[in-house]
């Protein structure tokens, strides 16, 4: 099963959200207005800011990326606070060739309350 970081590879987002979500969800995330609480290989949740805060959780499972939102009640949205949050996510994720640890290093960092300030 891929990781949520492999999910959210910023190619990927054009197929997820509409071309506005995908535009407010990057200016949300340049603005820090994403706060990571809990950065797993397999589950990211974060609380986004962006006049109102709202609770974001993307997974992977087995069918690919599924997200939550509390925007929304429309499971198939791919809002603007859940591109903030895989934005986010891809910048805080370790550099490509480092990922084959990518639980030891979420498990480090996130649940230490730290972001790092390289990708």
């Known amino acids: 099963m891929s990781s949520v ?3 959210v590879e910023p190619g990927h987002l054009a197929h997820l959200a509409t071309p506005a979500n995908l535009r407010l969800g990057r200016e949300i995330a340049a603005r820090s207005g994403v706060e990571i609480l809990d950065f797993g290989t397999c589950r ?3 609380r986004v800011s ?3 805060r709202r609770r974001v959780e993307l997974s992977s499972t087995p069918q690919g ?3 939550r939102c509390t925007c929304t009640k429309r499971p ?3 809002c603007k606070h859940c591109v903030a949050v895989a934005v986010a996510t891809w910048d805080e994720a370790p550099p490509l060739g480092e990922r084959s ?8 960092s996130a649940a230490a309350g730290e972001r790092s300030s390289e990708p």
Request: aromatic share 14%; glycine share 8%; net charge negative.
């Open 44 to 46: 990211v949740t974060a």
């Open 76 to 78: 198939d949205l791919f």
């Open 50 to 52: 962006n006049g109102q």
């Open 101 to 108: 640890d990518l639980a030891a290093w979420s498990s480090g």
């Open 65 to 67: 990326l599924e997200w």
């Open 5 to 7: 970081v492999d999910l």
